[in-house]
Nanobody, 123 residues
Framework: VQLQASGGGLVQAGGSLRLSCAAS????????MGWFRQAPGKEREFVAR????????YYADSVKGRFTISRDNAKNTVYLQMNSLKPEDTAVYYC?????????????????WGQGTQVTVSS
């Protein structure tokens, strides 16, 4: 499975961005999808996850109520809508695919990774 993330950029605090992650080479709806982020000098952290069908989602407390994960299985694409952005949301954002249906927030449990897209939120 190959994953290609896009949509990052520079935005002011309070603004919005939508990230996309296009998948190819696998049966997309059999994978749960996750978004992670990594700020300079910090470990990669979980942001959000969505089940293969799209019927179940899970968020880190730090983004709950501000970010929304969704997917379009017909387009083999997962999205992360980010609203009310804060400077502390600045990071490289990665999408990842998990073959397991067991919910996990651990990066090492995900099987495939995209290349990352930079999100910078200015104050």
């Amino acid at each position: 499975v190959q994953l290609q993330a896009s949509g990052g950029g520079l935005v002011q605090a309070g603004g919005s961005l939508r990230l996309s992650c296009a998948a190819s080479g696998g049966t997309f709806n059999t994978y749960a999808m996750g978004w992670f982020r990594q700020a300079p000098g910090k470990e990669r952290e979980f942001v959000a996850r969505i089940s293969g069908s799209g019927g179940s989602t899970y968020y880190a407390d730090s983004v709950k109520g501000r970010f929304t994960i969704s997917r379009d299985n017909a387009k083999n694409t997962v999205y992360l809508q980010m609203n009310s952005l804060k400077p502390e949301d600045t990071a490289v954002y990665y999408c990842a695919a998990d073959k397991s249906v067991v919910l996990t927030t651990l990066a090492r449990r995900y099987d495939y990774w995209g290349q990352g897209t930079q999100v910078t939120v200015s104050s």
